[in-house]
T-cell receptor, first 111, second 113 residues
């Protein structure tokens, strides 16, 4: 099992460009999450999907959209990137009421 | 929403000594409290977790205690080793985990040889 995978690993965008971060899990988990990690800030929840077909906002959803494409895949889209969105983005998944497993992360720089 | 405070931000201990990291939370409905370890450039990995119906949980050199009345929980690492050096995050959630986690800002644990 690959667990949780994310693509790309690194990305540099110019202000105003758009991109989609991809996440997939092969553990048959119901719930999936997107977090961002900034120095000194811990991890902050952007959006989550408690089950296939549902998505909900987390703590910092502004500037992002998500799609739960199927049970395996959960994508995060930046429609118009801003320098404030420079961060490391982690996807995670969990079975109902159990630990969250994290992907390797995507390091995004917006110039 | 939930707010999690974590202290200290940096902790330096001698190899073999114990380390304690403390967290407080604000939402009395929170019922799941995991601890994650993150090494430089790596993903967070769960090291131990506790649910609100339990006061203490141990796994070898690691233990977590929970005081629901005071709304705080702590991570205890005994007989620290160089490989324990990392950033540790506490977290809390009221959805049993399905609703996403609220993390503390992290503690950088340094083990001095």
């Amino acid at each position: 099992n690959a667990g949780v995978t994310q693509t790309p690993k690194f990305q540099v965008l110019k202000t105003g460009q758009s991109m989609t971060l991809q996440c997939a899990q092969d553990m048959n988990h119901n719930s999936m999450y997107w977090y961002r990690q900034d120095p000194g800030m811990g991890l902050r929840l952007i959006y989550y999907s408690a089950s296939e077909g549902t998505t909900d906002k987390g703590e910092v959803p502004n500037g992002y959209n998500v799609s739960r494409l199927n049970k395996r895949e959960f994508s995060l889209r930046l429609e118009s990137a801003a320098p404030s969105q420079t961060s490391v983005y982690f996807c995670a998944s969990s079975a109902t009421r159990t630990e969250q497993y994290f992907g390797p992360g995507t390091r995004l720089t917006v110039t | 929403g939930e707010n999690v405070e974590q202290h200290p931000s940096t902790l330096s201990v001698q190899e073999g000594d114990s380390a304690v990291i403390k967290c407080t939370y604000s939402d009395s409905a929170s019922n799941y409290f995991p601890w994650y370890k993150q090494e430089l450039g790596k993903r967070p990995q769960l090291i131990i977790d506790i649910r609100s119906n339990v006061g203490e949980k141990k796994d070898q050199r690691i233990a977590v205690t929970l005081n629901k009345t005071a709304k705080h929980f702590s991570l205890h690492i005994t007989e620290t080793q160089p490989e324990d050096s990392a950033v540790y995050f506490c977290a809390a959630t009221s959805g049993g985990g399905a609703d996403g986690l609220t993390f503390g800002k992290g503690t950088h644990l340094i083990i001095q040889p």
